[in-house]
């Protein structure tokens, strides 16, 4: 039963913890008489000020009794003892303990005023200049200026988290940005939806149909879409969603779209006879790589040279030989600019790669390996003998002020780099290889190399399928499947749903089986007995090695009741395994956790002592350690770097003992069950089953019934999404 929220007061006569970022801390008030101690968000609250705290009292299980605080207001301190215990705290940049007691002295209970309004007279102290004096005055203003506008945005519901991101983005002027269009919130970097910016426009009284509030609406169904994997929308279809959305008539819409367009605010282009509209940056990236693409097989064409012998000196050396579609792959990637390398499991996509390296080098030249994901790039590392980075570490990552992402290699510092091989192609969207193209030398080779039957990114696009179907650019298929692989049934069996046959559901003495469920909930604690019992006594695998797959997140079977229910059974709660609390869900010490953007920002540091930033979304790992009184978690990934979280970062964490097929693109797994227990015909289709099941280095089990197999094997629909990079490929080549 939650207890009722009280209202306490008290000075702060201590700052124990603050996170500049989120605004969490723990502070020491004295209440009744005694010293307590009191958790929450408290952003720039000082020693000496007076704060009126709203929330309950706790039991901490290590630090005692505390006040957990869900909403804080704060008084200026009003004594001539708390102004000085105010300003000795450091509250003012520029004024120390031993000046705030010269101050306190000069002005006594009049200070803060004489700061605020008649800084000159700062000058009467010892030690402060006419300049230093007007410092101390410009920065009261900008403390007060943070105070005014989180006071403001409060109101209308802004946590504290969000309205330092508001300061932050727009500073003295965030109260009239906000006011005269709180739509403004829908950037990423603060990341107000916009339905809530629309009830914010509602209390200030904003016209329905104000154009602010119809472009806001244009742009918000064009950027959820990037989420399906639009890049752009049909002009007539983006009409009739917004219209819809914002339930207006559709000729006011139309017309602040025609602005729009006008002021290049959007972009429209013919795809395929159709009227497409683009967000700008997106219609830039599409257009980019084509024009790049085309440039690179125009300033290396095929130099006509034969690589037989050194191809043939390769295989001597390795004791190997090579089908003839490797040699072709490998030669081609020789004599051209641009190559892609497609094929599916077993083919020797890492093989003819290996060897494309090998005499890349022997050629004098420098090369460069790349994926998108982490577990991507460690892959390419080990199979390859060569070090891969993810895209986002070769290009050195990182965000500027306003919270966008931005990357230190680009055009006016280039890669250092004569080839460039990327891995998993397929799961790279237009905006990252916009942004690798363009930090690459003009003569620096490209290798694309992916598996064409596979899903496409989870961010916007579909380059590897749009770039293949153009026809303009030399791509090799790998179809042989080798001796060694096929001897796999996993491989096999990925191989025969890409052809549309259902695989042998009745084998028990191979690498891939098939167990029927007894409905949903006896499928769910089958999975969890596979989990937990049946796979480690019969394998020795633990249950870490074990990924489960889900199509989809919603469902008894979904992603998200599978996480709550295999944690209780692999990590049930205890006395020893701290948890804390973020935006509703509990995470614990034990727990396996898969972060869900990428962060450039966050520090992790490895087991043998070196340091580095940036946690991508798809990275898993397992929390080690829980301080809840600071709120901060510590988190391993791939059993080396361990992360720091404060609590508001874990909103970019979700359990991941059970994970969607998309996210898991790009890993592998010793182990997989794949639950096919929700039969939904918009996930359960072709290139969905053909992706989880070659996610499976070892082992595979396929938990449901035949007939969901079936009807996935059956469903050939491939993945719609409107993109424009084909159309830009062809106009550009034609």
Not at 68 to 76: E, H, M, Y
Not at 135 to 155: H, N, P, S
Not at 363 to 369: C, M, P
Not at 652 to 668: D, F, N, P
Request: hydrophobic content about 40%.
């Amino acid at each position: 039963m939650e207890q009722p929220l009280i209202q306490i007061s008290g000075t702060v006569e201590g700052v124990i913890y603050k996170n500049e970022e989120n605004g969490f801390a723990v502070i020491d008030i004295e209440y009744q008489d005694e010293l307590l101690t009191a958790v929450g968000e408290f952003p720039d609250v000082h020693q000496g000020e007076e704060v009126e705290l709203t929330g309950c009292f706790v039991n901490h299980p290590t630090f005692g009794r505390q006040f957990k605080a869900s909403l804080c207001t704060t008084r200026l301190p009003a004594t001539t003892g708390a102004l000085l215990k105010y300003l000795a705290s450091g509250a003012i940049k520029g004024i120390g303990p031993v000046m705030a007691r010269r101050i306190v002295d000069e002005f006594g209970a009049n200070t803060l005023e004489v700061i605020e309004r008649e800084p000159q007279r700062l000058c009467a102290v010892r030690g402060i200049t006419p300049k230093k004096a007007e410092q101390i005055g410009e920065e009261y203003k900008r403390i007060f200026g943070i105070r005014t506008v989180m006071a403001f945005l409060t109101q209308y519901g802004l946590t504290p988290a969000e309205s330092i991101r508001v300061w932050k983005m727009w500073g003295a002027m965030a109260q009239e940005i906000v006011t005269q269009n709180p739509y403004r919130l829908c950037c990423d970097f603060i990341g107000i939806s916009f339905d809530r910016a629309d009830d914010i426009a509602r209390q200030l009284q904003m016209p329905l149909s104000a154009p602010e509030r119809i472009r806001a609406a244009l742009e918000f169904v064009l950027r959820h879409n990037l989420q399906n994997g639009h890049t752009c929308l049909p002009k007539s279809r983006l009409l009739q969603v917004a219209t819809d959305y914002i339930a207006l008539e559709e000729e006011p819409v139309a017309q602040v779209l025609a602005a729009m367009l006008e002021e290049n605010d959007l972009v429209e282009y013919m795809v395929r006879g159709k009227s497409m509209v683009f967000l700008p940056d997106l219609y830039r990236a599409e257009g980019y790589i084509a024009t790049r693409l085309q440039m690179m097989t125009a300033v290396m064409p095929d130099s006509g040279t034969k690589w037989d012998k050194a191809i043939a000196a390769q295989e001597k050396k390795l004791d190997i030989t090579y089908a003839d579609s490797q040699r072709q792959a490998i030669s081609s990637a020789m004599r051209q600019g641009f190559v892609v390398l497609t094929g599916g499991p077993g083919t020797g996509k890492t093989t003819t790669m290996a060897a494309m390296i090998s005499l890349f080098e022997e050629d004098g030249k420098k090369v460069a390996l790349c994926a998108p994901t982490g577990r991507a790039a460690k892959r390419m590392t080990d199979l390859c003998g060569s070090e891969a980075k993810t895209i986002h570490r070769l290009l050195e990552a990182g965000y500027q002020k306003d919270g966008t992402l931005s990357f230190s290699k680009g055009e006016d510092d280039l890669l250092d780099c004569d080839v460039l091989i990327l891995d998993e192609a397929s799961m790279v969207d237009v905006l990252l290889l916009e942004a690798l193209l363009r930090a690459m030398k003009l003569t620096c080779k490209l290798v694309l190399v992916g598996d064409y039957d596979q899903l496409p990114s989870v961010g916007p696009g579909n380059l590897l399928k749009d770039i293949i179907d153009s026809g303009c650019f030399a791509t090799i298929r790998l179809s042989h499947i080798f001796r060694q692989a096929a001897q796999s049934a996993i491989v096999t069996s990925a191989h025969q749903i890409l052809t549309g046959q259902l695989p042998d559901l009745s084998r028990r003495d191979s690498d891939f089986f098939f167990l029927r469920a007894p409905g949903k909930a006896g499928g769910l604690q089958l999975i969890e007995d596979l989990i937990a019992r049946r796979l480690p006594a019969a394998y020795g695998v633990s249950a870490g090695d074990i990924q489960i797959l889900s199509p989809g997140r919603r469902g008894l079977c979904g992603c998200e009741n599978l996480n709550l229910q295999l944690r209780e059974r692999l990590n049930p709660p205890a006395p020893d395994k701290p948890e804390i609390k973020s935006m509703g869900f509990s995470f614990r010490v034990g727990d396996k956790v898969m972060q869900t953007k990428n962060n450039y920002d966050i520090l992790y540091k490895k087991s043998d002592g070196e340091k580095g930033t940036g946690i991508f979304n798809g990275d898993m790992g397992l929390i080690t350690h829980i301080d809840r009184r600071d709120g901060l978690v510590q988190i391993l990934f791939d059993e080396e770097k361990t992360a720091t979280y404060t609590a508001d970062m874990l909103r970019e964490i979700e359990l991941a003992y059970a994970v969607t097929v998309h996210k898991s693109q790009g890993s592998e797994f010793d182990v997989v069950i794949l639950s096919l227990l929700e039969p939904n015909p918009k996930l359960y289709y072709r290139n969905l089953l053909y992706t989880a099941v070659t996610r499976a280095k070892k082992l595979l089990v396929m938990v449901g019934s035949p007939q969901a197999v079936s009807m996935m094997v059956e469903n050939n629909r491939k993945t719609l999404r409107y993109s424009g990079l084909g159309a830009f490929i062809h106009d550009i080549m034609d």
